[in-house]
Nanobody
Framework: QVQLVESGGGLVQPGDSLRLSCAASGFRFSRSIIHWLRQTPGKNIEWLARVDIATGGKMYSKWLEGRFDISRDSTTNVVYLQMNNLKAEDTATYYC????????RGRGTQVTVST
């Protein structure tokens, strides 16, 4: 059974950084592609980035402007999302998923960027 558990969210100020973690189990992690997405209330889920576990190849949504970095640790089955220079509009629930639409995702971790 696929299990994805996000952690690392919290309340931060604009300009701060956070690193989110996604612990994966129940599937062949080494051959998967893991995605990060986010959602705010009343809005559609938004795709952010993906990493190919086998190759380390990464892709990002263009509007991230290089502020986020996705990485993986194949030895512990964890995928990270390093978020820098956070803005108020980054406030959302962040999910990791095994598909680009977030159909199979974890419960999410809340990130709030506020003064």
């Amino acid at each position: 059974q696929v299990q994805l558990v996000e952690s690392g969210g919290g309340l931060v100020q604009p300009g701060d950084s956070l690193r989110l973690s996604c612990a994966a189990s129940g599937f062949r992690f080494s051959r998967s592609i893991i995605h990060w997405l986010r959602q705010t209330p009343g809005k559609n889920i938004e795709w952010l980035a993906r990493v190919d576990i086998a190759t380390g190849g990464k892709m990002y949504s263009k509007w991230l402007e290089g502020r986020f970095d996705i990485s993986r640790d194949s030895t512990t089955n964890v995928v990270y999302l390093q978020m820098n220079n956070l803005k108020a509009e980054d406030t959302a629930t962040y999910y990791c998923s095994i598909d680009s639409t977030g159909t199979t995702r974890g419960r999410g971790t809340q990130v709030t960027v506020s003064t």
